[in-house]
């Protein structure tokens, strides 16, 4: 069974700093890309950043480009988002997601629809 756990949201200040965990289990985790995408009230889920499985590939939305990182610990079965400089317009809810494939240059990888299992989210709330 796999099962996804996000942890680490909360609410800071603008210009502050936030790091997401992601809990993996259930499946080969160091075999599959990740990713993590964020939704807001009243908008469609976005893909924030992507991660291959050994962690030497990654990606980002230009909206987080060089204020988040994404990485991996395969030994830990966890991946994290690191948040920083946020802004009022990262609020949202955050989830972790399991991608379908091996090879993070297949398909998009900020396409939810490539990805088959999801974590319930952590609220990431950032006021001015």
């Known amino acids: 069974q796999v099962t996804l756990v996000e942890s680490g949201g909360g609410s800071v200040q603008a210009g502050g700093s936030l790091r997401l965990s992601c809990a993996a289990s259930g499946y080969p985790y160091s075999s599959y890309c990740m990713g993590w995408f964020r939704q807001a009230p009243g908008k469609e889920r976005e893909g924030v950043a992507g991660i291959s499985p050994g962690g030497s590939i990654t990606s980002y939305a230009d909206s987080v480009k060089g204020r988040f990182t994404i990485s991996r610990d395969n030994a830990k079965n966890t991946l994290y988002l690191q948040l920083n400089s946020l802004k009022p317009s990262d609020t949202a809810m955050y989830y972790c997601?399991?991608?379908?494939?091996?090879?993070?240059?297949?398909?998009?990888?900020?396409?939810?629809?490539?990805?088959?299992?999801w974590g319930q989210g952590t609220q990431v709330t950032v006021s001015s």
């Open positions: 997601a399991k991608r379908r494939v091996y090879d993070f240059n297949s398909g998009s990888w900020s396409n939810p629809y490539e990805y088959d299992y």
